[in-house]
């Protein structure tokens, strides 16, 4: 069963890059037609969709983060990875990770999540 | 780009039908999928593309989508269905998916 963990640095200062990874175990992140992605939800909020990648690379990013957003994937480690630069107090968050279905369409709905990580942007 | 409406809350009694709403102009011809998330917990897909269930969420669970509303609807509510709700949608005119503000569904 295909499982998913986040890790990083759980407290940044204002200005820094945030920087998360997604580790993949139970299956391999090459396998089937998977997007990987990433979504946040700030406290007593909803969820926000950053952006997802696919094994090959290709991404695609929510324009309101387009401009501070990479992403990466490294099948060697089953891990895909988020950079986001440049945070302030208001990307504090739980970060998820989470995997669509694999049905090789553009608007596929994620069936596995990682637990999410929580991410603080205080000076 | 997509903008999702839900309600923030619904109450229902146990053994009742909770109906959550989605609007969106033109959702019906999008593919919609519904999230449940408990306090403290990641989401859990429960209908995807409109009315599909994944095979581990009961029967209770079904959606629907047509003109400008997505519905997602629990039959028999339990006390373990009180949660928030999301749905999410792609927006295909700038490649980004869209989540609605979350449903709060109370059970009383």
């Known amino acids: 069963q295909v499982q998913l963990q986040e890790s990083g640095p759980g407290l940044l200062k204002p200005s820094q890059t945030l920087s998360l990874t997604c580790t993949v175990s139970?299956?391999?992140?090459?396998?089937?037609?998977?997007?990987w992605n990433w979504i946040r939800q700030p406290a007593g909020k909803g969820l926000e969709w950053i952006g997802r990648?696919?094994?090959?690379?290709?991404?695609n990013y929510n324009p309101s983060l387009k401009s501070r957003v990479t992403m990466s994937v490294d099948t060697s480690k089953n891990q895909f990875s988020l950079r986001l630069r440049s945070v302030t107090a208001a990307d504090t968050a739980v970060y998820y990770c989470?995997?669509?279905?694999?049905?090789?369409?553009?608007?596929?709905?994620?069936?596995?999540w990682g637990q999410g990580t929580l991410v603080t942007v205080s000076s | 780009s997509s903008v999702l409406t839900q309600p923030p809350s619904v109450s229902v009694a146990p053994g009742q039908t909770a109906r959550i709403i989605c609007g969106g102009n033109?959702?019906?011809?999008?593919?919609v999928h519904w999230y449940q998330q408990k306090p403290g917990q990641a989401p859990v897909l429960v209908v995807y593309?409109?009315?599909d269930r994944p095979s581990r969420i009961p029967e209770r669970f079904s959606g629907s989508n047509s003109g400008n509303t997505a519905t997602l609807t629990i039959s028999r509510v339990e006390a373990g269905d009180e949660a928030d709700y999301y749905c999410?949608?792609?927006?295909?005119?700038?490649?980004?998916?869209?989540f609605g503000a979350g449903t709060k569904v109370s059970v009383l």
């Open positions: 989470a995997r669509d279905r694999g049905m090789a369409t553009m608007f596929d709905a994620f069936d596995i």
């Open positions: 139970g299956g391999s992140i090459s396998g089937d037609s998977h997007y």
């Open positions: 990648i696919y094994t090959s690379g290709s991404t």
């Open positions: 033109n959702i019906g011809r999008k593919g």
């Open positions: 593309d409109n009315s």
């Open positions: 999410q949608v792609w927006d295909s005119s700038s490649d980004h998916y869209v």
